[in-house]
């Protein structure tokens, strides 16, 4: 400063240059400590182009050059966000409360309510081939109700749920637009009573069972008993067709053991069949009766298992008369003596 206590020196070559000319001790200066370290341990740096830096507009962190940005709200997010807290608060009350069912039923009939609106009502069904199995059932099953449209009827899933029946052997769904439907349906038929575990039902050719046997309409089918024995009756049954004269004093066909088969006569005689070549033991069997009358004899079994010999069992009554008539064979003989 001068006498007038003024700065002798302008301000701006006050600094670490001028101290230097001073010649007064200088601090380095923080830039400069920096470039040091760099020098000694190497510089980190960013490069940002011109489109990032703007997107990072909005203050540095850290000294790393990276900006945060204040980015625009998409329009709509808050609606979004609201529908998806209630459907998910609904869903939760749905599920907890047990009524998923219900709520699924509600929304497929607002579906199906919107496409009739717009033309989708079915408004005729033409269906082929029930006989055993009632429109209504047909119709139910396949899920066209009053309420069902056209356009969202899953087909293969009503054909699916057709098939479920047993009296359904195959079925066909077809939509045709904009509002008929054309099912077709191909139904077994009644084909033989089965027992098992003492209870009848009716058969199909394959073994399908239909229905518990409770109609007497079904009285005349052929009966066969025993486990396996729906599966096997088909062939069975055809080789007994074969000899109608074995067929018609037929009662029931046993299916013994998974093996082989017994027949139950009408006249209560149990004929008892070997497990190959039935053809040729039923054909011994109807010579028998035809030259022995052996079928209407006091007999109570038949055993044709073996293929050289034929034993027969008799009744109690037939083998106590025998007997008695033996005895007296025997005592006339002594009387001769």
């Not at 909005?58 to 609201?82: F, H, K, M, Q």
């Amino acid at each position: 400063m001068d006498g007038g206590g003024r700065l002798d020196q302008p301000l701006r070559r006050s600094g670490p240059k001028a101290a230097e000319e001073a010649g007064l001790l200088v601090d380095e200066p923080r830039r400069s400590r920096a470039k040091n370290r760099s020098a000694q341990f190497g510089t980190l740096r960013f490069a940002w182009s011109v489109p990032y830096r703007r997107m990072f507009g909005y203050g540095l962190i850290g000294g790393l050059g990276l900006r945060l940005v204040r980015l625009p709200t998409p329009p709509g997010v808050g609606i979004a966000a609201s529908i998806l807290m209630l459907a998910g608060t609904l869903g939760y009350g749905a599920v907890a409360g047990g009524h998923v069912a219900d709520v699924v039923s509600w929304l497929k009939d607002a579906r199906d309510g919107a496409a009739n609106t717009i033309g989708f009502r079915i408004a005729a069904v033409s269906l082929t081939g029930s006989k055993e199995v009632s429109r209504e059932e047909i119709l139910t099953t396949a899920g066209v109700t009053g309420r069902a449209s056209l356009l969202f009827l899953d087909a293969d899933a009503a054909r699916a749920r057709l098939l479920a029946n047993p009296w359904i052997a195959d079925a066909a769904v077809l939509k045709l637009y904009p509002d008929r439907l054309q099912i077709t349906v191909t139904e077994r038929l009644a084909f033989a009573l089965w027992q098992k575990d003492g209870r009848v039902s009716v058969i199909a050719q394959d073994g399908t069972v239909l229905e518990p046997f409770v109609e007497d309409r079904y009285r005349s089918l052929p009966m066969v008993v025993g486990r396996g024995a729906a599966q096997q009756a088909k062939d069975f049954l055809a080789v007994i067709a074969r000899h109608p004269d074995v067929q018609m004093q037929l009662r029931a066909s046993i299916f013994v053991a998974e093996r082989r088969w017994n027949l139950r006569l009408n006249n209560g005689i149990d004929v008892r069949l070997p497990e190959g070549d039935i053809e040729e033991a039923l054909d011994r069997l109807v010579a028998l009766d035809r030259d022995k009358k052996l079928l209407s004899r006091d007999i109570v079994a038949v055993d044709l298992r073996l293929p050289d010999r034929v034993s027969v069992r008799l009744s109690d009554a037939a083998a106590q008369a025998r007997e008695d008539a033996a005895k007296d064979k025997k005592k006339k003989k002594a009387g001769d003596a």
